[in-house]
């Protein structure tokens, strides 16, 4: 990425100052949640609302213009409509303006007319160096800098993952339900009409953000699709990244195509293009979730080899099916473990010893699963480890020994807390803050350990 | 079904007396929680639990054995291990308890020695006219008559749907998403190693069950699946089943054997049998709990045309795609809708109008979605309306347009509230209430819409 385009990028996402046009007093208005949004997130530079007549709004004193702003601007957010936006942009560029967030549809997803007129806001953006977030955007967050410059004020969870998403609804669907999962987020941003940032553009910026860990993408369609899945594939050889690529069914070409003016081309083609690049694919926001969750918590293990011990067989029954579909092997467990388990179980346990392991009653008392685990960690097939339990009202959960087993091992543990998602909370955060993600169903504690053996095996892990 | 096994099956749930053997004082055994379950979920019958020698437990007093109970036993429950289970059923037959639900394992799933232990277990049970829930089993619970039979204390929903599932542990997964689903629960029975009762008894109970609406089944495998699929397939042409059938990968079938001594069989031959019998396959416990929530609350459309009324174009992409891929259609837009449209949202609005319709930036506003909606609710071609709405901290949802429209029109109204799952809750009850299932994510409300497309077009519906 050409140097210039990266410190726009970062004036992006990390500004110093923000200017907010299109803001009133009403809050059923976009520019008044455009103001709240980045107000309510913490945001600790500079704020400048500007409209000609009002004096102050939200505790904010309020600018006539642009121009009598009294310092740079690095990052102005424009929520009029489509034929003023034009002009705010032109304001902008003579401020020395680097960033424009341009909210407003009715571009290029509108026909000859609508393209017209987003060739001139990108002529507009070109002719002062400005990149431009959209049109036709949501906008886009940071929570590294307490940043959300989209109209849906809200309060996110920091993490390690960040999202482009060519749609603001499925973006915020991926951000709730990260929220839900305890998952916390980076970066996150809508890329409209890709008017001069390019998906490709977004995923090189985060693939020289050290705070991101993860990325996670969106993708109804492209025009230039060779080059996002080459510049992902060359991201993801360092920094894993998670494709949701709609279009299966072969029916959404056209609402693709009036949506953000893309073409969403043959599915089958795409996903078979972005596997041969090693990237990861998805199917849905639940599974994209569940990825990046595991991505970011986890470590890469080092192979496809998978141990399960559990209380209950059916789950894990589950996880072996969704895993095996995914390119996880489920190793026979070698005879010194064997030995080990009978240590803890007896000789003659009324269930059948193997892996999936299942301990049946004497695993429901947590204690006996440590032992347990530690020993199928031990065996020389086993890459990662997933801890089956179901919260009981009486029964404590093996969190300790899950814990401990990590620790000592080093390898890479999966916890499947079979739970309503309120109760799974406690325990939930003392292991998401030692690199144990916990998920409450089997597929997607399995979606999460496909991920992390997608990218073993991608790395050279060792395909068992 | 037998008078007899009807007879004994309302026995087993809807017991006026309840026997739990192998109570002790200590909460980490199954006993004491296959007790303290049963008082937990406030059952009104009389509870009789039985140990030689302790004299109260948790409150009541405590029975030396099944003949010093002074009136006759419907149901006993079994919480010792599965050579003392024998004898124990031996006194139930001798006391003329009518079922017994045998919780632990080490049966047929353990290979012959276990299978002759269960042959026994089955003969004394077919002596004295018994029937067995399990081995090997979770037990059950009836929320229709305060009745939780399982070792896990817990208080769940009342609601529409029963779950028939060859796994506890996924079982109990179902349940838990139920709940964060809003979904309530009617009765629930974990089959074991379906020694006396099979799945498809316990099918054929719930399609008589009149406050059962709908039936979810998750199966390993079992030795009569034509039996089960024929059953099914009698019980669906007047209520929804829904199968989820593990075991896509082939890698599960020794795990499903000494689980519940099952044989998995090919996953491929089961679905399309299943399919050919016009049953509903998933493949998830998200997508089980998906599709028995729109089909407990919403009617079935007449015909398996979709409308969407959205202010956000991505995610009704997502809805689009897997609809499509489920057998569902997006009709065209008749002109007098189109018009109807244009009242709302003017002659040239800056989005593309079609199905389906995004209403973009006068979307956000709930009250033009009202009109909105009722006009493509009125269209001809549309069975089901799909009302997609991102909840903002400063807009009010579309909650009284969507009641409005739903009662007005009479057809089916299924809504997708973007949200964290505590977010939505409160709209969430008052939708529920009015026969609106409400999801959180594009394809858990696709999965809903597809379940209720599926049995419409099973019933004859118009295939548009």
Redesign the interface.
């Known amino acids: 990425m050409p140097a210039r385009k990266q410190d726009v990028l970062d004036s992006i996402f990390y500004p110093h100052s923000v200017a907010v046009i299109g803001v009133t007093g009403s ?2 208005r ?1 520019g ?2 455009l103001l ?1 949004s980045i107000i ?1 997130a913490g945001f600790q530079g500079r704020i400048y609302p500007v409209h000609p007549r009002l004096e102050s709004l939200q505790g904010l004193p309020v600018y006539r213009s642009l121009e009598e702003i009294p310092e740079p601007v690095d990052l102005a957010v424009i929520g009029v ?2 034929l003023a936006t034009l002009e705010v942009v032109e304001q902008c560029g003579r401020k020395g303006v680097k960033g424009v967030v341009c909210i ?3 571009y290029k ?3 000859e007319e ?1 393209k017209a007129l987003e060739e001139r806001l990108v002529a507009a953006a070109r002719q002062y160096e400005m990149e431009v977030v959209g049109p036709n955007t949501l906008g886009l967050i940071n929570t590294r800098a307490n940043l959300n410059v989209t109209f ?3 309060q996110l969870p920091r993490g390690k993952v960040s999202f482009v ?9 991926i951000l ?2 990260a ?2 999962e305890g998952l916390g987020i980076n970066k996150w941003v809508g890329v409209g009409n890709r008017s001069t940032l390019e998906i490709s553009d977004y995923l090189e910026y985060l693939a020289r953000d050290d705070s991101t860990a993860v990325i996670g993408v ?1 993708v ?1 369609g492209t025009d230039d699709a060779r080059r996002l899945v080459q510049v992902a594939g060359e991201v993801a050889r360092h920094k894993p990244v998670v494709f949701y690529k ?7 070409s ?3 195509l ?3 003016g893309s073409m969403a081309g043959s599915y089958q083609v795409y996903r078979q293009v972005l596997q041969q690049f090693g990237l990861l694919v998805v199917d ?3 599974e994209m979730v569940a990825a990046c969750k595991a991505l970011a918590m986890a470590p890469i293990p080092r192979g496809n080899g998978v141990g399960v011990v ?1 209380h ?7 996880l ?3 895993i ?2 995914r390119g996880g092997v ?1 190793p026979a467990l070698a005879g010194s473990t064997m030995g080990r388990i009978k240590e803890v179980l007896g000789q003659n346990p ?3 010893l ?1 892996n ?1 392991l ?1 301990a ?2 004497q695993g ?2 947590a204690a006996n699963l440590g032992p347990l685990m530690e020993a199928v960690l031990d065996d020389p097939c086993i890459d990662i480890l997933v801890a ?1 339990y ?1 919260l ?4 404590r959960c093996p969190t300790v020994e899950i814990l401990d087993a990590r620790e000592r091992s080093g390898k890479p543990v999966v916890a499947l807390y ?6 799974v909370k406690e325990e939930r955060e003392l292991l998401h803050s030692r690199d144990i993600p916990v998920y ?5 504690a399995a979606w999460g350990v496909s991920a992390l053996l997608h990218y073993a095996l991608q790395r050279g892990g060792i395909r068992r």
């Open positions: 809050s059923d976009v008044y949640n709240q309510h409509n489509q407003a549809g009715g997803e509108m026909g609508g849906y004020p809200m998403t060519q749609s603001g609804g499925v973006g915020l669907t709730h339900k929220v839900d969106f109804e709609v279009g299966r069914s072969g029916a959404v056209h609402a693709a009036t949506h953000t849905s926001t639940l559990t209950t067989a059916g789950p894990s029954i589950v072996l099916d969704e095996s579909l489920f009324p269930v059948v193997k999936p299942d049946a009653g429901m008392q089956v179901c009981h009202l009486n029964w079979i739970s309503t998602g309120e109760k409450t169903t089997p597929e997607e």
